[in-house]
């Protein structure tokens, strides 16, 4: 009988199992996490909705593993593969022979260089234990330092000042949300925050964060000393690939995969934040993403792969950020986009269309309350996928609806 192996019980690595039973497989599974609680969704951890339960959400029972026949080995850390015998060994000293294996190791909170992390007053977040030992720390009177304005230090900002704490957001760069985001959205997400009384300072480095009589001291570049009761360091990650190099796996930026999720050992793949892969609808790019849907999607089709489906990588990217009730949607990368238009929809909503020199939509970035851009950010992901070239004058338009775009 086989034995599939899946190191990496997060989002992804789940979905795979569970995908593989879906699929028809009848081999054995062995999940392995080095979590000691079962696989959880990790979006929740920095948004609003930590604040009405404590508890993980869980991706599945314990019972539906047992139903499903996976095997699910908690609080176990996978330290060596032996590719050639096709062998992975564990911190529990157990040894998995495997048919094939999937590696979804995910990606690790980068630290801050001379930083104590995780220490009383300083965090990262990655995990629901780093996620409850931040909720703690936000209470009313208290101040919260976050170093980084990205997706993570930005919904971390705006779940603390809903609990009242004091909260000061440093980036480096000269905005926030730099990587990926338009100005213009990156604009209105800082003075949304700016009104919520979060203070905002970009364009300042870090000199140094030390601990300090109970508290947390963080020194600028400026000179100036900033006094918190926590800070967190929410700078980006840094894809989990200290296994897969053991084992002489291909490394570039991630855990290096070709279209079908392979990696260049034969019989293991991997998917999700921790590996880089080749995207066909711009031109073979590799590129590495950290989103919950790719992960999903990738465990699916990783799964697909393992039994013999040789299915290609097609799906577009797609982000997602709520802070406060704004809800920040992207579909594509604009990296290459010449043309930048801009189409309102109302209740202070409005979408962005990224075309490159040949009028072809790359990517499109919405925002606005609640769904108020999900559904146009869905069609503008379908002509991205369709690698359209809609008429700019229609993409502004807000009475021509991009469905109509579509079916042309």
């Not at 789940?14 to 879906?22: I, V």
């Not at 002489?248 to 991997?270: K, R, W």
């Amino acid at each position: 009988m086989s034995h599939f192996v899946i190191v990496g019980a997060g989002e992804c690595g789940a979905r795979a199992a569970f995908a593989l039973r879906e699929k028809g497989f009848d081999g054995e599974i062995t999940l392995v996490g080095s979590e000691a609680i079962a696989p959880y969704e990790r979006p929740p951890l920095s948004k609003a909705s930590v604040l009405e339960t404590l508890d993980p959400k869980f991706i599945a029972s314990l019972e539906k593993y047992a139903e499903s026949g996976i095997r699910l080995l908690s609080d176990v850390t996978a330290q060596d593969v032996d590719p050639v015998a096709k062998t992975v060994t564990c911190s529990d000293g157990s040894r998995l022979a495997y048919d094939k294996m999937l590696l979804a190791t995910g990606a690790i909170a980068r630290p801050l260089p001379g930083a104590a992390m995780n220490s009383a007053h300083i965090r990262s977040l990655r995990t629901h234990a780093d996620a409850m030992a931040l909720r703690k720390a936000m209470l009313p009177g208290k101040h919260i330092a976050i170093i980084g304005g990205g997706f993570i230090g930005l919904e971390l900002a705006a779940m603390a000042r809903m609990l009242c704490a004091d909260v000061t957001v440093i980036e480096g760069l000269e905005r926030v949300l730099k990587r990926g985001v338009p100005e213009d959205i990156a604009h209105v997400i800082t003075q949304r925050h700016r009104a919520e009384g979060v203070d905002v300072r970009c364009g300042i480095a870090i000199s140094a964060l030390t601990e300090e009589g109970g508290k947390a001291i963080v020194r600028l570049s400026t000179g100036e000393t900033i006094e918190a009761d926590l800070v967190l360091v929410g700078i980006g990650a840094i894809p989990s690939t200290e296994l897969a190099m053991r084992a002489g796996l291909t490394i570039e930026n991630g855990i290096a995969v070709n279209e079908y999720l392979m990696t260049s050992a034969p019989d293991i793949y991997a998917a999700g934040d921790c590996c880089s892969f080749p995207l066909a609808i711009y031109g073979g790019r590799r590129v590495r993403l950290e989103s919950w849907r790719n992960a999903q999607e990738q465990g699916t089709l990783a799964a697909a792969n393992m039994m013999g489906v040789d299915e290609a990588i097609s799906a577009v990217p797609w982000f997602w950020s709520d802070q406060y009730d704004m809800t920040l949607q992207i579909a594509g990368l604009s990296e290459g986009a010449v043309t930048h238009l801009r189409r309102d929809l109302g209740e202070s909503a409005f979408m962005l269309f990224h075309l490159d020199e040949a009028g072809r939509l790359l990517a499109a970035s919405g925002i606005g309350p609640g769904n108020a851009v999900a559904r146009d950010i869905r069609l503008a992901e379908m002509l991205i996928a369709a690698r359209a070239h809609p008429d700019p004058a229609a993409l502004v338009a807000s009475n021509i609806k991009l469905k109509s775009l579509l079916a042309a």
